[in-house]
C-alpha cells in the first residue's frame, strides 16, 4: 500500500494543480503546507537542494521516493540515492509527478 505526501506553498498555481489532478485521479494523499510545517519542508529543501514546490513523498513497501522539479534542468530524470532505500527523482513537470504517483 503507497501513501501519498503532497507538501506545498499557500498561493502556487502548481500546487493546486497538482491537488486538482490527483482529485480527479481519485488519489489519496496528505497535504502538508509549508505554511504550517516550514521545519519539514526546509528538510526536504535541504535534502534535494531544490526550492520548487509542489513536492511530493511516496512511501511503498519497497522504500520512499521524493519527487521534485529540479531548480537547473540538467537535473531532470536525475535519480539520486540515500540510505534506508530512499530515492530522489527529479521530474520534469507536474503531469510527469502525477504519473509516478499513479504508478507507484
Given at each position: 500500500?503507497k501513501?501519498?505526501?503532497?507538501?506545498?506553498?499557500?498561493?502556487c498555481?502548481y500546487?493546486?494543480?497538482?491537488?486538482n489532478?490527483?482529485d480527479?485521479?481519485?488519489?489519496?494523499y496528505?497535504e502538508?503546507?509549508?505554511a504550517?510545517?516550514?521545519?519539514q519542508?526546509s528538510?526536504?529543501?535541504e535534502?534535494?537542494?531544490?526550492?520548487?514546490y509542489p513536492?511530493?513523498?511516496?512511501?511503498?513497501?519497497?522504500?520512499?521516493?521524493?519527487?521534485?522539479?529540479?531548480?537547473?534542468?540538467?537535473?531532470?530524470?536525475?535519480?539520486?540515492?540515500?540510505e534506508?532505500?530512499k530515492?530522489?527523482i527529479?521530474v520534469h513537470?507536474?503531469?510527469?509527478m502525477?504519473?509516478?504517483?499513479?504508478?507507484?
Amino acid at each position: 500500500m503507497k501513501k501519498v505526501t503532497i507538501y506545498t506553498l499557500v498561493g502556487c498555481s502548481y500546487c493546486e494543480r497538482f491537488k486538482n489532478n490527483l482529485d480527479e485521479n481519485n488519489l489519496i494523499y496528505k497535504e502538508i503546507s509549508c505554511a504550517d510545517q516550514s521545519k519539514q519542508c526546509s528538510e526536504l529543501e535541504e535534502l534535494s537542494n531544490c526550492d520548487l514546490y509542489p513536492m511530493c513523498k511516496i512511501e511503498t513497501d519497497s522504500g520512499t521516493i521524493l519527487l521534485t522539479m529540479p531548480d537547473d534542468y540538467s537535473q531532470i530524470g536525475k535519480v539520486t540515492k540515500l540510505e534506508n532505500n530512499k530515492r530522489i527523482i527529479f521530474v520534469h513537470s507536474i503531469d510527469n509527478m502525477l504519473q509516478f504517483v499513479k504508478n507507484a
